[in-house]
């Protein structure tokens, strides 16, 4: 049996990253994948050879805000291993059916400037309602980067610029009160507090239901920093596409000693005594763990599909009911559209620009439509009478991801994982089927063709991935690419559970990391980082926190002389 100090299930990003401080902290590390190619959700494929040879496709993630909130890339100093991050500007276009159009710069200025053109009041209070945000992101960003239980963490993490935020967000009593209320609150209710414009509500509202939800839900207000996001630190794509990122973890991750394994799907946890030992693949080879086994996959099946029920029994009698039934995901998953075009997206009936192409174009006509875009999934419906998208033209940025002159198209479209009335039927019983999901993609392909009309005349080729389909590549649990939902009850110290919340869990040497870990979904790093800062302090518990806690007042002690 091949032995290692660590075994990290699936090589996404956050499994990548948790790999890399481990193997420089000096454990062996080996990483198991259960597809062909490592990087999860995070892939970059040439994924139609045949049809569209040279055209590149992200095939899930896309654009990357999160991970700029962080240390990881120049911790992990990832630039040396060849990833070059190209920043978006604009960031956001969304044209609107009476002609107006939301163009998001980079700069808070420019977009300012664009929104005056047709509603002065929503500029200025557009300028007022980020700043706003970017100090609550500024007060979040410590909580983002350190264990969800570790205050010592967290507090070492606030230099004076961010304890600035802070209280400038909670302040006295009534201003506290007044945080926490928004914090409960709906993205709709916010939208319409804030602003009067429908053509700007609408991809404000598009933006937040990011998180998995429709803009009514209430505690999830926070998707607003979604957009505020895109002005600072703002928005960016590796060169090569979100594989770049992958690769360059790779890259580190080999020349540390760490060992990738593909086509490796784990099949059980090997525990002994109370205590994670190792790992059963589906060819029935078994690799042993020294220190711990470390799942970049969601609790949900890790302790439900890949652990006997007696050891995890043994370890908490309760866990697997209350996360078989406390854990919540609303049935909304992602239909996926891909497509390979001869020529770029014109929106002719908006003043068109190329330059429009370059971030994300939100094709959200009103906040109702997004309503419903996001409400229907959870109950079953396709909503493709009117589609919202979220569409990307990644070769305007990186012409390098298709042959020359040619572009891809990415689109996104929130769908049910399953459908009402089609149980047993489809891929897994879900009700899809290639006839449904080909014909869902020609009605939003005939949406993206009201706004830009020449797109079905350029397609060269197509590829169509529905929810089910999404679960199978990826085994995203019903096609939740979070994992579990992303409302406030299931953030923090309560995700994915509070007894689950700080990376351990209650199997000795097992650890959890990915998107259904605090802080949640995107590219971001974060879980696989603070999930390595979890493990190497129950390895050196005292002096780990004390080299921690040099280089967090090493970090305060920076910035308090940077800005005085």
Same mark, same amino acid.
């Given at each position: ?72 890339? $120049? ?116 939208? $319409? ?59 580190? %991750? ?26 059963? %693949? ?10 711990? %086994? ?170 169509? $991935? ?99």
């Amino acid at each position: 049996m091949q032995s290692y100090d660590v075994i990290i299930i699936g090589a996404g990003h956050n499994g990548l990253v948790c790999a890399a401080y481990l193997l420089k902290a000096g454990y062996s590390v080996l990483l198991l994948e259960k597809r062909s190619v490592p990087g999860g959700a995070a892939t970059t494929e040439e994924a139609l050879p045949k049809e569209a040879p040279g055209f590149k496709f992200n095939l899930c993630a896309i654009d990357h805000e999160f991970i700029h909130l962080g240390p990881v890339v $120049e911790e992990l100093e990832l630039t040396k291993y060849g990833l070059e991050y190209l920043w978006c500007d604009p960031v956001a276009f969304c044209p609107h059916p009476d002609g107006k159009y939301f163009l998001a710069h980079r700069s808070l200025k420019q977009t300012c400037a664009e929104i005056e053109r047709f509603s002065p009041r929503d500029a200025q209070k557009y300028a007022e309602f980020t700043d706003f945000w970017q100090r609550v992101l500024g007060m979040m960003i410590p909580i983002f980067n350190a264990p969800p239980k570790s205050v010592i963490d967290m507090a070492g993490n606030y230099d004076l610029a961010k304890l600035k935020d802070l209280f400038s967000v909670l302040g006295p009593p009534d201003k506290t009160l007044d945080f926490v209320r928004t914090m409960f609150n709906s993205p709709r209710d916010i939208l $319409e507090e804030w602003f009067d414009s429908e053509f700007l509500k609408a991809p404000l509202a598009r933006l937040a239901s990011e998180l998995g939800a429709p803009p009514s839900q209430k505690t999830i207000s926070v998707g607003a920093i979604m957009m505020a996001m895109r002005h600072n630190p703002g928005m960016a794509r590796p060169r090569g596409g979100t594989g770049a990122l992958v690769q360059a973890l790779l890259n580190l %991750v080999t020349s540390k000693g760490g060992k990738v394994l593909t086509d490796q799907p784990v099949e059980r946890i090997l525990v002994d005594n109370g205590r994670a030992v190792g790992v059963r %693949v589906a060819n029935g080879t078994e690799y042993r763990a020294n220190r711990g %086994v470390i799942s970049n996959i969601d609790a949900k099946r890790l302790f439900l599909h890949l652990m006997n029920d007696s050891d995890v029994d043994a370890a908490d009698p309760n866990l697997r009911e209350r996360l078989d039934r406390r854990i919540v995901n609303n049935n909304e998953s992602i239909m996926k559209v891909d497509l390979a075009i001869s020529e770029p997206l014109r929106f002719e009936h908006h003043n068109h620009k190329d330059e429009y192409l370059i971030g994300s174009v939100l094709i959200a006509d009103s906040v109702n439509q997004v309503e419903v875009a996001h409400s229907e999934p959870t109950v079953g419906k396709i909503p493709d009478s009117d589609p919202s998208l979220y569409v990307v033209v990644p070769t305007m940025l990186d012409p390098s991801m298709a042959p020359d002159g040619k572009h891809t198209v990415w689109i996104e479209f929130f769908a049910p994982y399953k459908i009402a009335g089609a149980d047993g039927t489809g891929l897994y019983g879900t009700g899809w089927t290639d006839e449904l999901k080909n014909k869902v993609a020609d009605r939003l392909i005939d949406k993206l063709a009201e706004y830009a009309p020449n797109v079905k005349n350029a397609i060269i080729a197509r590829r169509v $991935e529905s929810p089910a389909e999404l679960h199978e590549r990826t085994g995203f649990l019903r096609g939740n690419h979070y994992h579990i939902d992303m409302t406030l009850d299931q953030m923090v110290f309560f995700r994915p559970l509070p007894e689950l919340a700080n990376y351990k869990t209650p199997i000795e040497g097992l650890y959890l990391t990915g998107a259904g870990t605090h802080p949640g979904g995107s590219v971001s790093g974060m879980p696989g980082r603070n999930c390595a800062r979890v493990f190497l302090h129950t390895q050196q518990p005292i002096s780990q926190k004390l080299k921690d806690a040099g280089n967090a007042m090493k970090s305060t002690i920076e910035s308090v002389f940077r800005l005085s």
